[in-house]
């Protein structure tokens, strides 16, 4: 009996593990290169992070349901930083747009570290959906620079949000 219950709670962790999401890995980076990945997921204000939207790799459409006065929609979305040496520094602005707010409220301050020698850091945001539906474009302009060389490599990120 304490067999088959190791067994079975060895096939739902190995099933749990291989639905969950992974850091996406970019496609044509070279090697040393700093670049950010990320995953948008939405759901609700208990779990924000409950459906997956879309992420950098493979690059899929984003759609995100509309905030109504009755059925809030709230966003996670997760950034990783990956650092290429000793330490990448990230400094820059990202505009979440599709988010609720002014306009002011959409753009905020990148400024993170990846420390260790190939290392992911991560940053998630998490808000509440527009109520107007449309097209939204995020935009993630940073400076990594490679502590150990004083290397700078401008990053550019920017994808569409499709709130309907």
Request: proline residues 7%; negative net charge.
């Amino acid at each position: 009996m304490q067999i088959r219950l190791v067994a079975i709670l060895t096939l739902v962790a190995l099933i749990g593990s291989a639905c969950a999401k992974r850091v996406p890995e970019p496609t044509g980076v070279a090697p040393g290169t700093p670049y950010i990945s990320w995953v948008l997921m939405y759901g609700d204000g208990d779990t924000p992070d409950r459906e997956f939207s879309c992420q950098s790799q493979p690059r899929n459409e984003c759609v995100l349901p509309v905030s109504k006065p009755d059925a809030l929609v709230h966003s996670d979305i997760h950034f990783y930083y990956h650092g290429v040496g000793g330490e990448t520094k990230y400094d820059g602005t990202k505009n979440l747009n599709y988010l609720q707010g002014s306009p002011d409220s959409h753009m905020s301050t990148v400024s993170i570290t990846a420390t260790k020698n190939e290392s992911i850091t991560n940053e998630s945001v998490i808000g509440i959906v527009t109520s107007t539906p449309g097209t939204y474009t995020v935009l993630v302009a940073v400076t990594a620079t490679v502590r150990a060389t004083g290397t700078k490599h401008p990053i550019q990120e920017s994808f569409q949000v499709v709130v309907q």
